[in-house]
């Protein structure tokens, strides 16, 4: 295959990552310009828009992990993407967790 | 570890890009609780400025497509670096170095102006969670800035080796993770300060 002949491997992966990265460039364009358009025209009502911006950060972060970094190839691609899976758990944990936190403290402040 | 694990077919050692990936998502982890401060933080104004008097929508979308523009250019970059054209490679680095600038410009401009109308980090707790999490953001776009300028200086001085090869994989892993953090910006700041 393509890896024996470097010389010939090589312009081909060169290749496939340009393309994925203008691609995700393009992709990641429309998706700002969408979420910045719906913000300012206050296109629907606010808890759809904070739904939907939030959805479309999410979708712009994961195409840019894999049109630009392409994390999924190469190979280091399944350690790439078990690590990305276990820092996002992380993450989860203490941002979900601290905001329910301060939240119920809020709360029992007030009441 | 044999070699031939340790050197990618591309000519880049994957576990030097490897581990640098790791670092990039402990570096993650750390926004992640500097975002889990603003959202806490940020209503508490206390009579001061709140997030729509710091940057305007269209002034936030220039700088996101700055960013997306560094990205693009540095991906030129790493496509030339896989060619071996190293003059090439050099003009893109200076390209994505130069949108870089302009964003970090940019992004003092919203510093400096906000600091001299008297809205320092003293004043609330919104503008103190607000100055430490674009500051921090914004200085890990500087170190971004020096490590493209010293890459681009030290081709003048070496081929692209397989060392090299490999710093300009990690830098361009930098750059994306600098864009990604400024999307969660300008959607948790920006965005859902605005709507």
Known sequence: MSHD?????????????????????????????????????????????????????????????????RLNSGMDGAWNIATLIFTVIVILIVVVGSLWIMYNLNYNMVH | MSSQTATHQHGINSISTFGFWIFVLSDFILFATLFTSYVVLSPHTYGS???RQTAGLNYVFVQALLMLAACLTYGFGIFSMHRNQKGITQFWLLVTFLFGLGFTLMQWHVFSTLYSAGYTWHDSAFLSIFYTLLAAHWFHVIVGLLWTAIIFIQLFLQPLTTTMKTRLTCLGIFWVFLNIIWVVIFTVVYLMGAI
């Open chain 1, 5 to 69: 002949h470097i010389v010939m491997g090589q312009p081909n992966t060169a290749q496939k990552s340009l393309i994925s990265t203008v691609v995700g460039f393009v992709i990641s364009i429309v998706l700002t310009f969408i979420a910045f358009w719906l913000v300012e025209k206050h296109a629907m009502r606010i808890d759809d828009l904070y739904g939907l911006v939030s959805v479309l950060a999410v979708i712009q972060i994961l195409v840019q992990l894999f049109f630009f970094l």
């Open chain 2, 49 to 51: 400025i709140g997030v």
